[in-house]
């Protein structure tokens, strides 16, 4: 991806806030009240005798684009197929969906029923614009998902979504390059040590071992999250009103980042240009990358003639980590229902329906994510086509937090401002972490303040 250049008239701090949306997948106030008519049983409670439940409905889909092809291609025939429902598919660019949800509670808008969600969009907008499904959703569906996905989309004790994947970063390495390095291609690293060696070794004739995204607010944050979730500290506290970032921890993974890209240089200063896990794997397939934090699709990508060069040259693993064995960071994704929808029975069906064996089949075979319903894993076809999926659920014994906020997208800009300076050699990691502890602290401020 080439480097965006800063629009005039707005600061780095700005350009890093709006462009931390692009990859709201992956990629994001006042409340106000819920009007009635909230949803009160599953979808079986709505079925005619004799005939499809929805018959004549209307679901109305908000969605971002990088769905299209999975689930407006294959769960939506399978939905309308199952319910005699008609959906209606609006999709947008991930950098767009932050700023449609503040207009669709600004006017209560009604016009869609459902809508593509991930934690931060969770956090944001749950209170005021998705609705609050404690208590409507089938508890024993809900028992069945991996537990991390479903607590990423419950904030402060309400569920306002449901995930469809359990989607975290696992270890991916090229045999090939590992063995031209003189390394075991059998193996991947256990520590970060065992990493910043193996990178050293495959680090040569221009190309760098790994690269870590620093594009934007989102990919700079999930950087550092990624490396810090091994330290087995947590970023914040429970109540989301404390960063906790200034600590021996905080230190080791910033450090461990300077020295990735300043003291070792095994990471591809290109990196801090690149704003997506997208373009990371892309680079990776090309064969111009030894090992990465990768999301388990990847693997699917890899093994694609059409779009990789390393063909049955990958194998994946755990992460190796700083203090603990192994951390990851989350991408888990999902779907709500529009508190302001006048069809919310029929979007619960939807809900319903993500999770359903058959479509939690299709989001392992045809997506290659790893599924939230826990049995879809141990399904014989899954076993054999996924075999990544061996070590998402190893890694899943690990930490994989991702943060979601309200603030989350203006903590990221800080994140990157400062972690970029400390790249470029004008802070070192100590001084990098204290300008992120004291400015991020002021945006978790001033939004608790405002928020009450």
Same mark, same amino acid.
């Given at each position: 991806?080439?480097?965006?250049?800063?629009?005039?008239?707005?600061?780095?701090?700005?350009?890093?806030?709006?462009?931390?949306?692009?990859?709201?997948?992956?990629?994001?106030?006042?409340?106000?009240?819920?009007?009635?008519?909230?949803?009160?049983?599953?979808?079986?409670?709505?079925?005619?005798?004799?005939?499809?439940?929805?018959?004549?409905?209307?679901?109305?889909?908000?969605?971002?684009?990088? =769905?299209?092809?999975?689930?407006?291609?294959? *769960?939506?025939?399978?939905?309308?197929?199952?319910?005699?429902?008609?959906?209606? *598919?609006?999709?947008?660019?991930?950098?767009?969906?932050?700023?449609?949800?503040?207009?669709?509670?600004?006017?209560?808008?009604?016009?869609?029923?459902?809508? #593509?969600? $991930?934690?931060?969009?969770?956090?944001?907008?749950?209170?005021?614009?998705?609705?609050?499904?404690?208590?409507?959703?089938?508890?024993?569906?809900?028992?069945?998902?991996?537990?991390?996905?479903?607590?990423?989309?419950?904030?402060?004790?309400?569920?306002?979504?449901?995930?469809?994947?359990?989607?975290?970063?696992?270890?991916? $390495?090229?045999?090939?390059?590992?063995?031209?390095?003189?390394?075991?291609?059998?193996?991947?690293?256990?520590? $970060?040590?065992?990493?910043?060696?193996?990178?050293?070794?495959?680090? @040569?004739?221009?190309?760098?071992? @790994?690269?870590?995204?620093?594009?934007?607010?989102?990919?700079?944050?999930?950087?550092?999250?990624?490396?810090?979730?091994?330290?087995?500290?947590?970023?914040?506290?429970?109540?989301?009103?404390?960063?906790?970032?200034? @600590?021996?921890?905080?230190?080791?993974?910033?450090?461990?980042? #300077?020295?990735?890209? %300043?003291?070792?240089?095994?990471?591809?200063?290109?990196?801090?240009?690149?704003?997506?896990?997208?373009?990371?794997?892309?680079?990776?397939?090309?064969?111009?990358?030894?090992?990465?934090?990768?999301? +388990?699709?990847?693997? @699917?990508?890899?093994?694609?003639?059409?779009?990789?060069?390393?063909?049955?040259?990958?194998?994946?693993?755990?992460? +190796?980590?700083?203090?603990?064995?192994?951390?990851?960071?989350?991408?888990?994704?999902?779907?709500?229902?529009?508190?302001?929808?006048?069809?919310?029975?029929?979007?619960?069906? *939807?809900?319903? =329906?993500?999770?359903?064996?058959?479509?939690?089949?299709?989001?392992?075979?045809? $997506?290659?994510?790893?599924?939230?319903?826990?049995?879809?894993?141990?399904?014989?076809?899954?076993?054999?086509?996924?075999?990544?999926?061996?070590?998402?659920?190893?890694?899943?014994? #690990?930490?994989? +937090?991702?943060?979601?906020?309200?603030?989350?997208?203006?903590?990221?800009?800080?994140?990157?401002?400062?972690?970029?300076?400390?790249?470029?050699?004008?802070?070192?990691?100590?001084?990098? %972490?204290?300008?992120?502890?004291?400015?991020?602290?002021?945006?978790?401020?001033? #939004? *608790?303040?405002?928020?009450?």
């Amino acid at each position: 991806m080439v480097d965006r250049p800063l629009v005039q008239g707005i600061s780095r701090r700005q350009f890093l806030t709006f462009t931390g949306m692009t990859l709201a997948g992956s990629v994001l106030s006042a409340c106000v009240a819920a009007p009635a008519g909230a949803p009160t049983g599953g979808a079986a409670d709505t079925a005619a005798a004799g005939g499809l439940p929805f018959a004549d409905k209307e679901l109305n889909i908000f969605s971002a684009q990088h =769905h299209n092809e999975n689930v407006k291609g294959l *769960w939506v025939p399978l939905f309308e197929e199952k319910t005699g429902a008609k959906v209606n *598919w609006i999709e947008v660019g991930g950098g767009d969906v932050d700023a449609k949800y503040a207009v669709f509670v600004a006017s209560q808008d009604s016009s869609v029923d459902t809508m #593509y969600t $991930w934690e931060t969009l969770n956090a944001k907008y749950g209170r005021t614009l998705m609705e609050d499904i404690t208590e409507q959703f089938d508890t024993a569906l809900l028992d069945g998902l991996v537990a991390a996905p479903r607590a990423a989309l419950n904030f402060l004790g309400k569920q306002y979504g449901v995930p469809f994947d359990s989607n975290q970063a696992i270890f991916m $390495w090229n045999k090939e390059i590992y063995e031209a390095g003189g390394l075991d291609a059998s193996k991947a690293p256990e520590s $970060w040590t065992e990493f910043i060696a193996n990178s050293k070794a495959t680090t @040569t004739d221009g190309r760098y071992a @790994t690269l870590f995204t620093m594009g934007d607010a989102n990919s700079g944050f999930v950087s550092y999250v990624s490396l810090f979730n091994s330290t087995g500290a947590r970023l914040f506290n429970d109540d989301l009103t404390q960063l906790q970032l200034a @600590t021996d921890e905080g230190l080791l993974a910033m450090q461990a980042l #300077y020295d990735a890209f %300043v003291t070792e240089a095994i990471a591809d200063p290109a990196g801090v240009t690149v704003a997506s896990s997208i373009e990371q794997g892309k680079i990776f397939r090309a064969g111009n990358m030894a090992h990465y934090y990768a999301f +388990p699709n990847h693997y @699917t990508l890899a093994q694609d003639p059409e779009q990789s060069q390393v063909v049955d040259k990958v194998q994946t693993g755990i992460i +190796p980590g700083l203090t603990l064995r192994s951390g990851s960071v989350n991408g888990f994704e999902g779907y709500a229902i529009n508190q302001f929808s006048p069809s919310k029975d029929l979007a619960l069906a *939807w809900l319903e =329906h993500i999770i359903s064996p058959e479509v939690q089949s299709l989001v392992a075979l045809n $997506w290659g994510r790893p599924p939230s319903r826990t049995a879809t894993f141990d399904e014989p076809a899954v076993v054999e086509k996924a075999p990544q999926f061996a070590a998402v659920k190893e890694q899943g014994q #690990y930490p994989s +937090p991702r943060y979601g906020s309200p603030f989350y997208f203006d903590v990221g800009a800080v994140f990157v401002e400062q972690m970029l300076a400390m790249i470029d050699g004008n802070l070192t990691p100590e001084a990098a %972490v204290e300008a992120i502890q004291t400015e991020a602290q002021t945006f978790i401020d001033e #939004y *608790w303040a405002k928020a009450g």
